[in-house]
C-alpha cells in the first residue's frame, strides 16, 4: 500500500499547522526585504509588478501591497516559495515553482500551455468581488480582502491530475469551499453548486476567439463542494497566485479532473438543478459532469490508466479518484462510476 489512512492525511500531513507557517515566515523576513528592493521575480504575476512600487522605508511588503495593509496574515507573506514539504502524502516530490506556473490551461488566454504565463502576465486580478448567490438566505458580494479577513488560508499540497494525462503536485495556499458556503446560509433546497469565471476580453486575448463558450463555468454537486478536500485557492508555495494560475480566487478539486478546478471565479450561485458546465457544453461524449479521475474509464480518444509527472520521464500509473478515494469515495456509493463520467 502506497498510501496512508486517510485519517492521518488530514491533521498531519494536509492541514498546515499555523506555527510552522510562522517559523517560515520569520525565516524569510531577510529574503523579503531583498525581493521589494530589487523588484525581483520571485513574486509571481500581478504582484510583481506592485513590488516596485513598494520600494523605501516605509513600503509595504509585497502582498500587503497587493492584498491591502493587514489583509492577509502575516505568517502567509513570503518573498521566496515555501511549502511545509517537500511531498505529498503519498511521498511524490513537489512540483517546482517554475514548472507550476510555466505549464497552464487557461483558454481564456490562449489553448498553448506554455503561453498563458506570459499572455496573462498584465491581468488585473486586484481589486477582486465574489458575488455568491442563488438558494442561500445570505447572498453577497465579498470583496478578496475580506476573504482573507475571514477565513484562516491553510496550505493543501494536492495532486492536480489533467484529463490530458499529465499532472502535477501543488503546495496550494486557501481554505475549504464548505467554510464560505456556511457563511451565505445555503437553503435546504440548494443541491448544486455553480461557479463562473470572470469575463474580460480586452484582458483575455482568448475570449476573442471561440474555442469555448465565455466565460468558463463549473459545478459540483453540493455534497462534493462540502467535501473538506474541496478547497478555493488563494496561493501557492505561500505566495498569491500567479494570474496564469487563476488569480486571485480559483477552486481546487483534487480527485477530479483539472477542467473541474475552474480559475478566475466572480460568481458561486447555489441552484436546484445541475449547472451548465464548459466542457461537458463543449463535448457531452468526453467530458462529464462528474469527471473523477478513473484509471478504468478512458477517454474516448486515449487511455486514462496512465498520465505524465510533468518533470518526470516516463509515466505512472493514474490512482482510482486521483489517490483520494478514501475520502471520497463514499460520495459515489451506488452510482456507476463507468456511466457517471
Ligand atoms: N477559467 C478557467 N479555468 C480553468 C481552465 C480554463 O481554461 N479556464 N482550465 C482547466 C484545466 S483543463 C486545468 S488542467 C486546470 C489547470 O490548472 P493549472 O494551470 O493551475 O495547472 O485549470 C482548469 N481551470
Ligand atoms: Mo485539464
Not at 63 to 87: F, I, N, R, W
Amino acid at each position: 500500500m502506497k498510501k496512508i489512512p486517510g485519517s492521518e492525511i488530514t491533521p498531519e500531513h494536509i492541514y498546515l499547522n499555523r506555527r510552522q507557517f510562522m517559523t517560515a515566515g520569520a525565516l524569510s523576513a531577510g529574503a523579503l526585504a531583498l525581493a521589494a528592493c530589487g523588484g525581483s521575480s520571485l513574486v509571481g504575476g500581478a504582484a510583481s509588478g506592485k513590488t516596485t512600487q513598494a520600494q523605501g522605508a516605509a513600503a509595504p511588503t509585497s502582498l500587503e501591497s497587493v492584498y491591502g495593509a493587514g489583509a492577509l496574515p502575516p505568517e502567509l507573506a513570503y518573498a521566496e516559495p515555501y511549502a511545509s514539504s517537500t511531498t505529498d502524502e503519498i511521498g511524490d516530490p513537489l512540483n517546482k515553482f517554475d514548472e507550476i506556473t510555466n505549464y497552464n490551461n487557461y483558454y481564456e488566454f490562449t489553448t498553448n500551455k506554455e503561453a498563458v504565463a506570459k499572455l496573462a502576465q498584465n491581468f488585473t486580478a486586484y481589486p477582486w468581488q465574489i458575488e455568491v448567490t442563488g438558494l442561500v438566505d445570505k447572498p453577497q458580494t465579498i470583496d478578496l480582502d475580506a476573504i482573507y479577513k475571514k477565513f484562516a488560508q491553510e496550505e493543501r499540497i494536492y495532486r492536480l491530475r489533467c484529463v490530458e494525462a499529465w499532472s502535477m503536485v501543488i503546495p496550494w495556499v486557501g481554505f475549504p469551499i464548505a467554510a464560505l458556503l456556511k457563511e451565505v446560509s445555503p437553503k435546504s433546497t440548494a443541491q448544486y453548486v455553480r461557479f463562473v469565471s470572470i469575463m474580460r476580453p480586452e484582458e483575455m486575448p482568448g475570449q476573442n476567439a471561440m474555442t469555448l463558450e465565455w466565460p468558463y463555468q463549473e459545478g459540483l454537486r453540493m455534497d462534493e463542494a462540502m467535501n473538506p478536500l474541496a478547497i478555493f485557492a488563494t496561493g501557492m508555495y505561500g505566495k498569491p497566485l500567479t494570474n496564469q494560475q487563476g488569480a486571485p480566487f480559483r477552486l481546487v478539486v483534487p480527485w477530479k479532473y483539472g477542467f473541474k478546478s475552474i480559475k478566475g471565479i466572480v460568481k458561486i450561485e447555489l441552484t436546484d438543478s445541475i449547472p451548465p458546465s464548459t466542457w461537458n457544453t463543449a463535448a457531452p461524449n468526453e467530458y462529464g459532469f462528474y469527471a473523477n479521475v478513473n484509471p478504468q474509464v478512458d477517454h474516448p480518444r486515449w487511455s486514462q490508466a496512465s498520465e505524465r509527472r510533468i518533470g518526470e520521464i516516463g509515466r505512472r500509473e493514474t490512482l482510482m479518484f486521483n489517490g483520494y478515494e478514501e475520502e471520497v469515495a463514499s460520495l459515489y456509493t451506488g452510482m456507476d462510476l463507468a456511466r457517471s463520467y
